[in-house]
């Protein structure tokens, strides 16, 4: 007994020293756009600030800001912006394919992934809106609590080797972001971006590849295999392969992009040997723009 | 050993191996070099990719290759490769004793290293050959005794040569020692000719094989100096004609401190095929008397060394009369026959004699001189003490003076009777008398006494208890002719006659010669006949050994006189030098007349030379190359499998490429602190360093920057018109690349946008504001604002400002030597006419001194000049001279242009000439106080 609450302590405070990490890098880096980038530019129903204004008739005594109107003879009120929140539903491949790095130096796929798509949220939440994934899992909320509930759900892997994105219960007329390699099989992506355009889900597909995936700069005889283990190639000659696994590649992207546009969708792909900075910036302003 | 060209193998049947590489190349060739397994994601998109070639990857051929020679390089190296295996034959290849015989002599002795390298090589394989060995060397002939050449090779390096040449005695006792056995003969020669050589050939001949070995080395000898002429004659032999050859030749002795140096070296050349070269030096006596010995240098033989004995080193005699009676008959001179008698063989000093004794002669010759004054005697005991000869002889004066009469003067032998006498002449009864023989004890002798010699007056001594001892000749009645006292290490001789012919015909005989000679007053001819040296003992003093190095003689025993002059050279004679009673002989190994020829050896006797190629194991080098080359295989199979570059090309490929460049590049020499100014920079900063050149900031505002420019450019012809400064076209500085020390002033602009200079920009600028540069801050804002307030031009002139080194300012007080430097000025317009400039404070205990008009000010031009005028817009012009920017409106701003330019006029002239104006109001005080 004591044991098993030993264990989960352990384990729990093993995943609390990950997810604060990578919650303040999201925090960091969301920190970077956040600056005034968002807001409705009008007076309504939010937590922020937007302006005074003079007692009218008709406001009540409690809207009048005390503080303010102290300083003079007048009476004012303080408005805040008018935020509407919308949902926005995550999916980030936790596929083992996507724990590999080529360099030690480079974070691995699924490290970016998770960054990109948590400091995504928290300037999602941030801007007001509901933030939650894809699936039963955790359902959009808002709030500061529900960034560090998407920070842990985060750090959960799976053992495949490349995962299938989750469509399930997609909120109609949400949006929607996929964070993965895109590597496995593309059919269950199409179905799952079909199945959200049906619903009017639009949003953004991002492909975050490691380098070596983009240049193939293998030479001699080699065995290919994936993180997993699952599957495996051998070749004599790694350097014959490379012009034919590029065309692969950008058939890929292209059936990507193509199924994007079908579905009004926008993809982008982020290597991570780029900064983050910059696929969140267009994440941010994909989202921005398709609202 | 079996032989390919140069090169020998000690392993040859190895060899067999390299067969074997075809094989191997088939081997390595099939197989593929295994697999790396690589984590990739991406793998799915490879699922059933088919390789290209359904062939086995191979081994690329190169990588092949580098492996085969590895291999290769193996196999040869474990073969046992020797480059230039040295044959043996002769006496070398035999198996019997061997018995080496060396000359030792001194002319070996120059490449006696060679030689014993040679003989150690020889050794050694005598040993591995299990040979029993015995040296005799000739030099030292001592039984031949045959034992492991491990023993003799033991003492290898105390077997040395002698100073001295296997003469034929001792080759006949080394016949003599030879064992009856058999054996071969290994003969390290000298290289020169001897008659014995033939007896002892056949000698060892007739026991064995016999192999020689020779030194191809060029052989010089040096033979003695002579002093013919005034000049020291050196003549160099070598032994075989050759090219033209130089050769330096140093003189050894001591500096005038004491201590060993080279005093002279000069160099000989042999011409094309000549055996004989031959060096004059021209050397001052003092300097020939130092030298104690001339050699070849590099020679390292004592052939290539000779000694100079006395009879380099003349001797210093002064020769001083009583009455130089110069109208007299020159026969009648009392000198003249000394002179006539010296001068071949001594150098001569004329003088008085407070003048000769500084030069602290050999020799002083009194010839009829009576009294000294008491300052020259004590001189004169003083040098005597110290070892002079000091050589009197008698005459009228003498006789008739008082000088040792009663007493006996120090500088007289002998005590006098009054007066003197003569005999033999027209008014006495006596025959002159002639002298007696020499006795036993005198220095004169053994010296053959010519009848014509008589003596017909003289002065005579006193009979005292001392005299016997002191008469070294006497006549044959008796009475002593000359007497000698020792004083200190000196001696006094008095020679009871006149020096020249009145009193005796002694100065005209031979004898007198020769006596003076004795007295060691001449210096010795050059070779001194064996009969001369008869009966005399010389103990050695310097010895040479065959190197040539002088050492000390220790306790060798002296050598009787006429062998050291004609006794072959041996154990008992060393070559060296000799001390006699008064004078020195040398002994050298090469002598005047001494030829050498080359040694003839019969044409079946084999002769080997030093220089041979060296024999070179080439195992190691193989196998380090086979190393080498495996490395390079680990390598390169690491880059071909993609173990090395692959995914991080940079940390691996570049680590090892990089540990290369270290290991093959030297360590860049440090580069030059600055970066070398380019022609044109070094060209304006000529022009700027020849003429006064005005200066200002580029800010990087174009227009500015011209404005600027066309500002100094009106103020300069406004100077170049007006005053004496006759200032060069102005120049635009860049403070992070020029050099600012050419220009007496820099004019700023301050723009709100221009850049902060870097820290080293600053550094420059703060040694060019301490070493007496000027700055002139331009905001060019005071129509709007006054100075000090937040203008954007002021706070960046206060951004720009905070890293120099700037002293408290003040506005320009009233009594500032700006105000009348060279116009009196109270307004510092510009565009503006702001009365905001700022100069560096006065010191706060400068004060008026009542009658003065200024206070006594600081004394140096002030670093910066801060204003808002915009002074440049005031002073520009255009190309044709007229102004650039309008100033004020009509008359009124023409005035204001114009007090603009004296503003300016005064600045530069502040800073050319600092204070001097401040100093002129003193003028009238000054006046004053002269009482003008």
């Known amino acids: 007994m004591t044991d098993t609450v030993t264990h989960l302590r352990r384990d729990a405070q093993q995943e609390a020293s990950r997810f604060p990490a990578l919650l303040a890098r999201a925090e960091h880096l969301a920190g970077t756009v956040l600056l005034g980038e968002h807001g409705r530019r009008r007076s309504g129903m939010g937590d922020d600030f937007w302006q005074y204004r003079p007692l009218r008739s008709g406001d009540s005594y409690r809207s009048i800001d005390w503080r303010r109107s102290a300083r003079g003879d007048e009476q004012f009120v303080r408005e805040r912006e008018w935020q509407i929140a919308q949902s926005v539903q995550l999916w980030v491949d936790g596929g083992a394919s996507m724990r590999f790095t080529s360099d030690q130096n480079l974070p691995q796929k699924g490290e970016r992934a998770r960054l990109v798509a948590l400091a995504t949220a928290i300037l999602l939440i941030r801007g007001g809106e509901r933030v939650g994934f894809t699936g039963w899992?955790?359902?959009?909320?808002?709030?500061?609590?529900?960034?560090?509930?998407?920070?842990?759900?985060?750090?959960?892997?799976?053992?495949?080797?490349?995962?299938?994105?989750?469509?399930?219960?997609?909120?109609?007329?949400?949006?929607?972001?996929?964070?993965?390699?895109?590597?496995?099989?593309?059919?269950?992506?199409?179905?799952?971006?079909?199945?959200?355009?049906?619903?009017?889900?639009?949003?953004?597909?991002?492909?975050?590849?490691?380098?070596?995936?983009?240049?193939?700069?293998?030479?001699?005889?080699?065995?290919?295999?994936?993180?997993?283990?699952?599957?495996?190639?051998?070749?004599?000659?790694?350097?014959?392969?490379r012009t034919r696994y590029l065309e692969r590649l950008a058939e890929r992207k292209d059936r990507l992009d193509r199924l994007s546009r079908?579905?009004?969708?926008?993809?982008?792909?982020?290597?991570?040997?780029?900064?983050?900075?910059?696929?969140?910036?267009?994440?941010?302003?994909?989202?921005?723009?398709g609202r | 050993m079996t032989m390919l060209g140069p090169l020998g193998f000690t392993a040859p049947w190895l060899l067999l191996g390299l067969l074997a590489l075809p094989v191997l190349w088939i081997i390595l060739r099939a197989v593929p070099p295994a697999p790396i397994r690589r984590m990739f994601p991406g793998v799915v998109l490879l699922l059933g990719l088919k390789d290209a070639e359904q062939v086995t990857d191979r081994t690329p051929w190169w990588l092949l290759l580098i492996r085969m020679l590895a291999v290769a390089a193996v196999i040869v190296g474990l073969a046992g490769p020797v480059l230039n295996p040295q044959e043996q034959s002769g006496a070398e290849a035999g198996s019997g004793p061997l018995l080496v015989v060396m000359d030792a002599s001194w002319s070996s002795a120059s490449d006696w290293r060679q030689r014993q390298a040679a003989l150690d090589t020889l050794l050694a394989r005598a040993e591995r050959a299990a040979r029993p060995v015995a040296l005799l060397r000739l030099t030292a002939p001592e039984a031949p005794q045959f034992q492991a050449a491990g023993v003799l090779k033991s003492r290898l390096t105390g077997i040395l040569p002698e100073p001295w040449e296997p003469d034929d005695a001792r080759v006949a006792q080394a016949i003599e020692m030879l064992p009856d056995e058999e054996f071969d003969s290994y003969w390290m020669s000298d290289g020169l000719a001897r008659d014995s050589r033939a007896l002892l050939l056949a000698a060892l001949e007739a026991r064995g094989e016999v192999t020689v070995f020779e030194s191809p080395r060029a052989h010089y000898t040096l033979a003695p100096a002579r002093f013919e002429d005034g000049h020291v004659r050196l003549t160099l032999h070598r032994l075989r004609p050759g090219p033209e050859a130089e050769v330096t030749i140093a003189g050894h002795g001591l500096d005038p401190a004491g201590n060993p140096a080279v005093l002279v070296r000069n160099t000989v050349r042999f011409e094309q095929s000549a055996t004989e070269a031959e060096l004059e030096l021209n050397l001052p006596a003092e300097l020939r008397a130092r030298i104690t010995r001339f050699e070849i240098e590099g020679a390292r033989s004592a052939g290539a060394v000779t000694l100079p004995d006395d009879s380099l080193r003349r001797r210093e005699v002064a020769l001083i009369a009583g009455n130089e009676n110069r109208e007299g008959l020159e026969l009648l001179s009392p000198l003249h026959f000394l002179d006539r008698a010296l001068e071949p063989t001594a150098d001569l000093l004329d003088g008085t004699l407070e003048e000769v004794l500084p030069a602290n002669p050999d020799v002083?010759?009194?010839?009829?001189?009576?009294?000294?004054?008491?300052?020259?005697?004590?001189?004169?005991?003083?040098?005597?003490?110290?070892?002079?000869?000091?050589?009197?002889?008698?005459?009228?004066?003498?006789?008739?003076?008082?000088?040792?009469?009663?007493?006996?003067?120090?500088?007289?032998?002998?005590?006098?009777?009054?007066?003197?006498?003569?005999?033999?002449?027209?008014?006495?009864?006596?025959?002159?008398?002639?002298?007696?023989?020499?006795?036993e004890d005198s220095p004169f002798f053994g010296l053959a006494i010519p009848d014509d010699v008589t003596v017909?007056?003289?002065?005579?001594?006193?009979?005292?208890?001392?005299?016997?001892?002191?008469?070294?000749?006497?006549?044959?009645?008796?009475?002593?002719?000359?007497?000698?006292?020792?004083?200190?290490?000196?001696?006094?001789?008095?020679?009871?006659?006149?020096?020249?012919?009145?009193?005796?015909?002694?100065?005209?005989?031979?004898?007198?010669?020769?006596?003076?000679?004795?007295?060691?007053?001449?210096?010795?001819?050059?070779?001194?006949a064996p009969e001369d040296l008869e009966g005399t003992i010389w103990q050695p003093l310097r010895v040479l050994d065959a190197f040539g190095r002088v050492g000390d003689a220790g306790n060798l025993p002296g050598v009787a006189g006429e062998a050291l002059l004609s006794a072959p050279l041996g154990p008992d004679l060393?070559?060296?030098?000799?001390?006699?009673?008064?004078?020195?002989?040398?002994?050298?190994?090469?002598?005047?007349?001494?030829v050498f020829e080359p040694a003839v050896w019969p044409e079946r006797i084999s002769v080997e030379g030093l220089s041979r190629p060296e024999e070179t194991p080439l195992a190691g080098w193989l196998l380090a190359g086979a190393i080498a080359l495996l490395l390079a295989?680990?390598?390169?199979?690491?880059?071909?499998?993609?173990?090395?570059?692959?995914?991080?090309?940079?940390?691996?490929?570049?680590?090892?490429?990089?540990?290369?460049?270290?290991?093959?590049?030297?360590?860049?020499?440090?580069?030059?602190?600055?970066p070398a100014a380019s022609p044109e920079d070094e060209a304006a900063a000529m022009l700027a360093a020849s003429e006064v050149t005005l200066a200002h900031v580029l800010t990087g505002d174009r227009q500015l920057d011209d404005l600027a420019e066309a500002g100094l450019r009106g103020l300069s012809d406004i100077l170049f018109y007006r005053t004496s400064?006759?200032?060069?076209?102005?120049?635009?500085?860049?403070?992070?690349?020029?050099?600012?020390?050419?220009?007496?002033?820099?004019?700023?602009?301050?723009?709100?946008?221009?850049?902060?200079?870097?820290?080293?920009?600053?550094?420059?600028?703060?040694?060019?504001?301490?070493?007496?540069?000027?700055?002139?801050?331009?905001?060019?804002d005071s129509d709007v604002a006054g100075f000090g307030t937040s203008s954007p031009e002021g706070r960046k002139l206060q951004d720009l400002a905070a890293p120099l080194d700037i002293p408290p300012l003040e506005p320009i007080p009233q009594d500032h030597v700006l105000t009348r430097t060279f116009y009196l000025l109270q307004d510092f317009p510009g565009r503006y006419a702001s009365r905001d400039v700022w100069v560096e404070a006065a010191a706060p205990d400068a004060e008026q001194v009542e009658g003065m008009p200024f206070r006594n000010l600081n004394d140096n031009v002030t670093p910066v000049v801060i204003g808002g005028n915009d002074w440049a817009s005031a002073w520009a012009i255009d190309e044709r001279g007229a102004p650039l920017v309008r100033i004020g409106s009509g008359f009124a701003g023409e005035r204001q242009r114009e007090i603009a330019y004296r503003f300016g006029v005064n600045l530069v002239m502040h800073v050319l000439t600092g204070n001097y104006k401040s100093d002129q109001v003193h003028v009238p005080a000054l006046l004053d106080r002269l009482g003008q």
Not at chain 1, 266 to 283: I, N
Not at chain 2, 759 to 769: C, F, W
Request: charged share 20%.
């Open chain 2, 633 to 674: 295989d680990v390598i390169a199979s690491l880059a071909l499998s993609g173990r090395l570059g692959g995914t991080r090309p940079r940390a691996g490929t570049a680590a090892i490429l990089a540990a290369l460049a270290l290991s093959l590049t030297p360590v860049p020499s440090r580069a030059q602190d600055s």
């Open chain 1, 137 to 241: 899992q955790l359902p959009p909320r808002n709030g500061d609590v529900q960034v560090l509930r998407l920070a842990e759900a985060l750090s959960d892997d799976t053992e495949d080797d490349y995962s299938e994105p989750e469509a399930r219960g997609i909120i109609p007329h949400a949006r929607a972001m996929f964070v993965s390699d895109f590597l496995g099989d593309l059919d269950p992506v199409e179905a799952a971006l079909t199945k959200a355009a049906d619903r009017g889900v639009r949003g953004v597909l991002l492909q975050v590849l490691d380098p070596t995936e983009e240049s193939f700069p293998f030479k001699g005889r080699t065995i290919f295999h994936s993180v997993g283990g699952s599957v495996a190639h051998e070749t004599l000659k790694a350097g014959d392969l």
């Open chain 2, 456 to 528: 017909t007056s003289q002065v005579m001594a006193q009979p005292d208890p001392t005299l016997a001892a002191r008469v070294i000749a006497q006549l044959t009645d008796g009475t002593p002719l000359v007497t000698r006292k020792r004083v200190g290490q000196g001696q006094v001789v008095l020679f009871h006659v006149t020096a020249n012919a009145e009193w005796s015909s002694l100065p005209l005989s031979g004898l007198f010669v020769q006596m003076l000679e004795r007295l060691a007053v001449s210096s010795m001819p050059a070779a001194p």
């Open chain 2, 725 to 780: 400064v006759e200032p060069a076209a102005p120049m635009g500085v860049d403070l992070e690349t020029d050099e600012l020390a050419f220009y007496p002033m820099l004019y700023w602009p301050v723009t709100a946008d221009q850049p902060i200079p870097s820290d080293a920009a600053y550094a420059k600028l703060n040694d060019y504001l301490r070493s007496g540069g000027m700055i002139l801050f331009d905001t060019r």
């Open chain 2, 364 to 439: 002083i010759v009194l010839a009829d001189v009576a009294t000294l004054s008491p300052g020259e005697e004590a001189g004169v005991l003083e040098w005597l003490e110290s070892g002079g000869t000091l050589l009197r002889f008698a005459g009228p004066r003498l006789a008739a003076s008082d000088v040792s009469r009663n007493d006996e003067d120090p500088l007289m032998p002998v005590r006098l009777r009054a007066g003197g006498r003569s005999v033999g002449g027209a008014m006495s009864w006596g025959e002159p008398k002639s002298l007696a023989p020499f006795a």
């Open chain 1, 262 to 289: 079908l579905t009004g969708w926008q993809y982008m792909c982020h290597h991570t040997s780029e900064s983050a900075q910059s696929a969140l910036l267009w994440v941010y302003r994909a989202m921005d723009g």
């Open chain 2, 574 to 594: 060393i070559p060296g030098l000799y001390q006699g009673e008064d004078r020195s002989l040398a002994r050298n190994v090469v002598s005047v007349d001494s």
